[in-house]
């Protein structure tokens, strides 16, 4: 009987859906007054705009990583290739480590959100409002504890919920304008170039960037999407361009109902803007609307992280139980638990507006900053091989290092097999292979190195923009150094004894 493993059986559609649901969530709707309070005045759809340029830039990274080794865990194997031997066994262990406390965080804020917004349609107290968020956490994982193909096609669904729900509100702001809006500074006052600009745009842009985290979710989910070469970058531009449009147009429809000095202090923007264009009615059903993109966006967010200690766990780098697949449904059912269990204390635990810099904060380094480096040394592997072995991308072995048999057209379709984390790969007619083994890269960012460059530069300007909470991430980092120099032995130790048994 074979052993259960991951399946490639999410097309571009689905994959796409992912990302968008993501991307969407509670994260618009409850930022979109901070973001205007931070600002003041009426320039705030800049930060919007700097969102969306971050989330394309970063998406160029994304796309080629996620192209080149599209394997479950996503940022654990790009950091692992990326800084080789000396360097990735350890960072890429520190993106699981942040990742374990960083996605329950996740969770959490979107939880939070949508026990918010519930409190329109009946007024919550806060032992109310956690038993909601608590519970919305509970039924995700019972809507999860299912395989790959089916949670395909629910996320199809929950996708035509958010586009629907979003044009709906961007399409009533546009044909019941009320207010005159430009995001242009008034005459007399600051200039977009000026420095208080750039504090300020730093401190909303912590807020904006937050609503447009998830376009690279489809990498945490590489080794279940068919044709990754292709598909994983098409649905990340796919979801940026559409969600950056999309979060544009609704902030101009909503603040040319409800001027933006109201705006700035209004708990439920949407509810308050279909309430003046529609009526109450109307506003309790776009709420009800809202709350279903919230739940959306957590079914996405906890599919896409519970695959991460997954991956490491399965590689033989973390605690072994987290490589375990459910015998049946082929899906990493301790991860998916592990997750859901955190994310339903955290929810408990804190407030909306702590949780969303800390989780800026604490992947910003490991992850963003870290990742973009990588890609250049990985460029540079290539590099050196190509010169050395006469082939553009003989990645130095990396192939060899990420599971893959090198060779074209082969891939790690089923990379895991159950707990023992064995690999396997297999003839796959519709893509080329992920890694070294290829002679080609599957997606070239555009402009290289100067997506690199910006990403850097930006994810550091964001992270002082946290401020103190940027401590938070650095003090984690150091906790998860102590960990790992303590835990490697042994997991190496039981890696070897699982190789000698198979």
């Not at 080149?68 to 993106?95: E, R, V």
């Not at 960083?102 to 939070?112: D, R």
């Not at 420095?195 to 745009?201: K, P, Q, T, V």
Request: proline share 4%; glycine share 12%.
């Amino acid at each position: 009987m074979a052993l259960p493993h991951l399946k490639r059986e999410i097309g571009l559609l689905q994959a796409t859906s992912i990302n968008m649901i993501d991307m969407v969530g509670i994260g618009p709707f409850v930022t979109m007054p901070l973001v205007i309070g931070i600002f003041g005045r009426k320039v705030f759809l800049w930060a919007w705009v700097f969102g969306a340029v971050t989330a394309l830039i970063d998406g160029m990274i994304w796309s080629e990583l996620g192209a080149a080794y599209p394997l479950a865990g996503g940022s654990y194997n790009f950091l692992k290739q990326g800084y080789g031997s000396k360097y990735g066994p350890l960072l890429s262990f520190l993106f699981v480590w942040q990742t374990c406390l960083q996605a329950p965080l996740v969770v959490a804020s979107g939880a939070i959100g949508f026990a918010q917004y519930f409190g329109y349609l009946i007024p919550l107290g806060p032992v109310a409002s956690k038993v909601v968020s608590g519970s919305v956490v509970i039924l995700i994982v019972l809507l999860l504890y299912r395989n790959i193909r089916t949670i395909g096609r629910i996320s199809v669904l929950l996708w035509a919920g958010v586009i629907i729900t979003i044009c709906w509100i961007i399409i009533s702001g546009f044909t019941h304008r009320q207010v005159s809006y430009s995001c242009l500074p008034a005459q007399g006052g600051a200039s977009i170039f000026s420095m208080s600009f750039l504090i300020l745009l730093g401190q909303s842009s912590v807020k904006t960037i937050y609503s447009y985290l998830g376009y690279y979710n489809v990498c945490h989910l590489g080794g279940e999407i068919r044709n990754p070469g292709k598909n994983i970058p098409r649905s990340i531009f796919i979801s940026i361009f559409g969600i950056a449009a999309l979060y544009i147009f609704m902030n101009l429809g909503i603040v040319g109902v409800v001027p933006w000095q109201e705006a700035m202090h209004s708990k439920f923007i949407v509810s308050t803007f279909m309430e003046r264009v529609y009526g109450h009615r109307m506003a309790m059903i776009a709420t009800m609307l809202v709350l279903w993109i919230a739940f959306a966006s957590l079914f996405a967010v906890v599919l896409g992280y519970s695959r991460v200690p997954y991956a490491a766990a399965a590689d033989g780098a973390f605690f072994p139980w987290f490589a375990r697949l459910h015998p049946t449904k082929e899906f990493p059912y301790i991860s998916l638990l592990f997750i859901g269990a955190l994310g339903f204390v955290f929810s408990l635990l804190f407030k909306l507006s702590e949780v969303i810099s800390a989780i800026l904060a604490m992947r910003i380094l490991v992850q963003f900053v870290a990742q973009a480096i990588g890609t250049v040394l990985l460029r540079e592997k290539r590099k050196k091989a190509a010169v050395a072995g006469g082939e553009e991308g003989a990645g130095a072995g990396a192939g060899v290092e990420a599971g893959v048999t090198a060779g074209e057209g082969v891939k790690v379709d089923d990379e895991v097999r159950g707990k023992a984390g064995v690999r396997v790969g297999r003839r796959d007619p519709a893509g080329s292979s992920p890694g070294a083994g290829n002679t080609r890269i599957p997606f070239r960012m555009w402009l290289y190195p100067l997506p690199v460059v910006l990403s850097v530069s930006i994810w550091l300007f964001v992270l002082v923009s946290t401020g103190w909470v940027a401590l938070l991430g650095l003090f984690l980092a150091a906790a998860g150094v102590v960990v790992y120099y303590s835990m490697r032995g042994l997991w190496l130790k039981e890696k070897g004894t699982k190789e000698q048994e198979d």
